[in-house]
């Protein structure tokens, strides 16, 4: 018992950490950028602000999983504790190497792709509700286009 609870908290620190280094260099960037202050400052600001958000979210957790991950399996699936833990791993891993690597990468994405790739190990394919996955991931591609949409059609638009 001790081992799963001690190996869940290494999995969701690692998760937060890996997220956090691809996230807070862009609100880091952008205050070094701006002028607005100096860089370790800058820093500093990322990790408070990191903190406390990994703080709300422990808050909110029950909400959020609620939220966010009703739907996903299917009627009759009961999740199981080693699955949450590959998924959190999996994601984890994912994350790591495409932040280490330069390559763009979603949490969001890397969490459902997770899920996916589990489920159908875990539970078989006919233990997801792929629609509903599917629909997450729309959702979260469709908000992403509509902040980079306008960009390129002012870079297209500079062009000419």
């Known amino acids: 018992m001790m081992y799963g609870v001690a190996l869940a908290l290494a999995a969701a620190a690692a998760i937060a950490y890996v997220n956090g280094a691809n996230d807070v260099s862009k609100g880091v960037a952008t205050l070094v950028g ?58 984890a891993a994912w994350v790591a190497i495409a932040t280490r690597a330069g390559l763009p990468v979603s949490t969001t994405h890397a969490i459902v792709g997770s899920i996916a790739g589990v ?18 991931v729309l959702f979260h591609r469709r908000s992403c286009t509509s902040k980079l949409l306008p960009k390129k059609l002012a870079h297209l638009n500079n062009l000419t």
Not at 49 to 62: K, P
Not at 119 to 136: M, T
């Open 34 to 91: 701006s002028g607005v202050t100096d860089y370790r400052r800058a820093i500093l600001w990322g990790s408070f602000c990191t903190g406390l958000g990994g703080l709300g979210g422990a808050v909110f957790a029950n909400a959020m999983v609620g939220t966010f991950g009703k739907g996903l399996l299917s009627q009759g699936t009961v999740p199981t504790q080693a699955a949450a833990l590959a998924t959190i791993i999996g994601a």
């Open 119 to 136: 489920g159908s190990v875990a539970y078989g394919f006919h233990g997801l509700k792929w629609a509903s996955l599917w629909g997450r």
